[in-house]
């Protein structure tokens, strides 16, 4: 026989769904339906201003809401060490050049006083002498190739400033040191923190004793001009660039970017700031005249005129050290100083965001919950994501799983497992995803689950009052805050 009953419990409260939109958007319906139909007679004011200002709610959520973007960045296409590999390290690569007439990027690895030079774009290490022992690379040094056009004597030369010995070396295209007037070691007071090389093949070196940019002929060792700085920025003169031009672009030590033409001598006075940012260094694309200005967190491009165009090599916890440009090929290169690695960059294009849904809660108990989603990644462009819950509706939430996709994925399934919930209980869940510097998250609609009643905990199960024709069947039952039916059978 069975006998049924139930235990009384507390009726346990369900979590309603926030009405905000549902309010909102039929506001907004009610609104233009009203319009739309006409209507007869006065309107209500009290519901015409209602409705506008249901309407104006419905356009600030919508405005306010993530949404889809595309943005203009470079994409990093390689990692290389000294080998050519990630798999290698530099010791501090720091100051970077790039040689158009041989299309060889020169490294200048600070930690080991070594210039490691690689083909491109296949970046294939350079044979002997490279790598090349220089002179000590610490303090302030610096790098630059001569971009004149062969046949010039000069096309190809490769010039490194060494702060600690105050000289300025040069080297042909071999690696071969070239012979007098080089090294060149300017006049006291000297301070050197830079040096680039001009469209007529001119050697300058930044000054930071003086002040003063110096210009030297490669012929003779002889210096033949100078531009003061003094009067332009706080800062004292550090790395600098040249375009096709002859435009200098100067970067301040811990100070902004300015643009001196040839036009006007290099006059001060006709100084342009480019950059307001703390420049460590600078490059110019001779093709386009874009100016790339290198910053701690990230590369700046810019105009001549100084106007922002878009920003990238943002996204790692190096510290970003050089920057290069290689114009034919319309590649960027970036050192990473802190993790010993060099880094390269693909042309501008727009890159769109991820496209992310979350997928309908799976193993759902009392306590916990298989949530998940499915990530395309739309382009090259790795995805971050992470998997959030939320237990009051949307107002706070929480990661329950996270990681990145490795580009160019589609409908990749990614998960997690929401643990310690409370039974009964209402949450929702959605994935956030981004493609990291430059883009803004994108976050998903969310779904819901509802965690199911616990298992009643039965205990204490016995017959008492047993005589020839009867007995009470007893036991104890914890309900758990749920309603729960029970039932007691026997059986000879």
Known sequence: MTSHAKASSAESTLRKASGLERIVRGGLSAAVASRAAGGSGAPSHRRTRLAVALALAAFLLLALAPSSMAVLIRAKTATFGPDGTASSSFGNPSQLAFNQANDKLYVLASGSSTIHAFDVPAITPSGAPFPLPVASASGEPDLDSDNTVAPSPTAANLYYESESTQ????????GAALGAPFPIEPSDPKDLTGVAVDPSGYVWVSDWSTEKVRKYDPATG???????????????????????????YLAFYFGPLYKFTAASGYAAGSATLIDSTTTP??????TTHRVYALHSGKVSVRDTSGTLLYEFAGGFSGQRAGVAVDEGADIVYVSDSTNGKMYAYGPAANYSDATASPSAAKDVTDTSAAIGATITDNNQLPTSWRLELSADEGTSWSTVSSGETTGNQTNVAVSGTATGLQPKSDYRFRVVTSKGFGFTEVISAPLSFETVAPPPVVSDVGAVQVNNTSARLVGTIDPRNTDTGYVFQYGA
């Open 281 to 286: 260094a600078v490059d110019v694309d001779r």
């Open 222 to 248: 002889t210096e033949v001009g100078s531009v003061d700085t003094s009067t332009v920025a706080s800062g004292r003169p550090a790395h600098l660039a040249f375009d096709s031009n002859g435009d200098m």
């Open 167 to 174: 000289t300025v070396y040069g080297f042909d295209s071999s």
